[in-house]
């Protein structure tokens, strides 16, 4: 009697409880709305359904999102087990470029709407940055339940099905960074789709029911597809981009290294040449000089030898004819001295002359050995002035090859 008594009061109570306060399971469990986001991963597909009731801004937001097809080639950034598996930002976390309609819909900012619906695993909540009502398209799974987050950051929907792909990226490996749990492979959102329950249920729309799978499955090879092509290209794009820049590099250090030694190459050719100028000026000089004087001291010489020859003949002459007779004796002296004034002019003369002449030689010589050697001077300085002229010019082209936004 005193068990059934107990039993009695318990349930009783439990009813009363539930009459005085029927907002809270309402409020744990709100109603989804009927449309429906597929997120296919690398590891499996992900699908959610949306609050409605509790966060609508949000909730159109991110529909919008997927249905422009924000999501594709975006990734899961953080998982950390038993918290949270979080979605990158669609601006920074995409791999395929955005248009325009994407981006304008991407950089918008959503007011956070925060209620009493609890976050236990499976619910979906809004990231955000330190300000609370500053959110934008990143959103976190629940992996367990985080009653610290209550009425901090926005719940917009419930995963609907796909909670063994979340256990498998629960298993993933991770790396930490900051405050941040990290898989250390990229867990990418292949493709996206969406569909509404009410007006395309799948069980009713063919007689083999199979009409969702096939549009999920034409989505995938789609989108699959698309990524190839676009990794493809980008690949190509990048590689092009690293052979033009190694083209570039090696053109530089071929033309500086040319450069170096035709400029090395020039300078010794034109030192040389300088050198060369320089002792054949010197050469020039010595042998000129050896040659005037060794020219100087024979002539000299040979008219000294003709001046004593002279003399001599001078005396010898006087000392005949003063044994012969007087008339014959002066005519003959006459004649003589004539000879010997003639010869001695001759002499200053000859002299004369074969100083001037040797001055003359010397200083032309010199003159044309001076130009040659000016002249060298002056088309080492211009070869000089052309090769760095040139070389200012070359490096002054922009080699650099632009990369393109990707």
């Known amino acids: 009697m005193t068990k059934s008594f ?11 409880i539930s009459c005085l306060f029927p907002t809270i399971s309402t409020q744990d469990s709100p109603l989804l709305g009927s449309a429906r986001v597929v997120f296919q991963t690398n ?39 038993g918290f949270v598996a979080q979605v990158a930002d669609v601006v920074t976390g995409r791999t395929a470029p955005m248009n325009e309609e994407q981006m304008n819909e991407a950089e918008k900012t959503i007011k956070g ?3 009493d619906v609890k976050h236990v695993r499976g619910v979906i909540s809004m990231g955000r940055s330190s300000d609370r009502n500053v959110t934008r398209s990143s959103f976190a799974i629940l992996l367990g339940d985080a ?14 099905k796909g909670d063994e792909t979340l256990k ?37 729309a063919s007689p083999q ?20 092509f676009h990794k493809v290209t980008l690949w190509m794009f990048d590689a092009g ?24 190459v020039t300078l010794w050719m034109f030192d040389a040449g300088y050198v060369a100028a320089f002792v054949s000026h010197k050469v020039a000089h010595w042998m000129l000089d050896a040659t005037t004087s060794v ?17 001599v003949s001078h005396k010898v002459a006087h000392w005949m004819l003063d044994a012969t007779a007087s008339v014959f004796h002066k005519v003959t002296l006459w004649m003589f001295d004539a000879a010997y004034a003639a010869a001695f002019v001759s002499h200053k003369v000859a002299h004369w002359m074969l100083d001037a002449t040797a001055s003359v030689f010397h200083k032309v010589t010199l003159w044309m050995f001076d130009a040659g050697y000016a002249a060298a001077f002056v088309f080492h300085k211009v070869a000089l002035w052309m090769y760095d002229t040139l070389s200012f010019l070359i490096m002054s082209i922009d080699w650099d090859v632009d990369d393109e936004d990707v």
């Open 43 to 81: 590891y499996g597909d992900i699908e959610f359904g949306f609050y409605p009731s509790v966060a609508p801004q949000t909730v159109d937001h991110i529909y919008k999102l997927v249905r422009l097809g924000c999501y594709d080639t975006n990734h899961f950034f953080r998982v950390d087990k």
């Open 168 to 204: 498998k990226l629960e298993k993933l490996p991770t790396r930490r960074e900051g405050k941040y749990t990290m898989p250390t492979e990229r867990v990418t959102i292949l493709s996206t789709y969406y569909y509404d329950t009410e007006m395309e249920p799948c069980h009713q």
């Open 113 to 115: 709407e925060f209620s």
């Open 241 to 264: 981009y690293a052979a033009a820049f190694v083209s570039h590099k090696v053109a530089h250090w071929m033309f500086d290294a040319t450069a170096s030694v035709f400029h090395k």
């Open 295 to 311: 020219f100087h001291k024979v002539t000299l010489w040979m008219f000294d030898a003709g001046y004593a020859a002279a003399f």
């Open 209 to 228: 029911g199979n009409q969702c799978y096939h549009l999920a499955l034409a989505h995938w090879m789609f989108d699959a597809t698309a990524s190839v």
């Open 6 to 16: 107990s039993n009695w009061f318990f349930y009783t109570l439990v009813l009363s």
């Open 147 to 160: 009653p610290h987050l209550d009425h901090k950051y926005a719940i917009f929907g419930k995963l609907t």
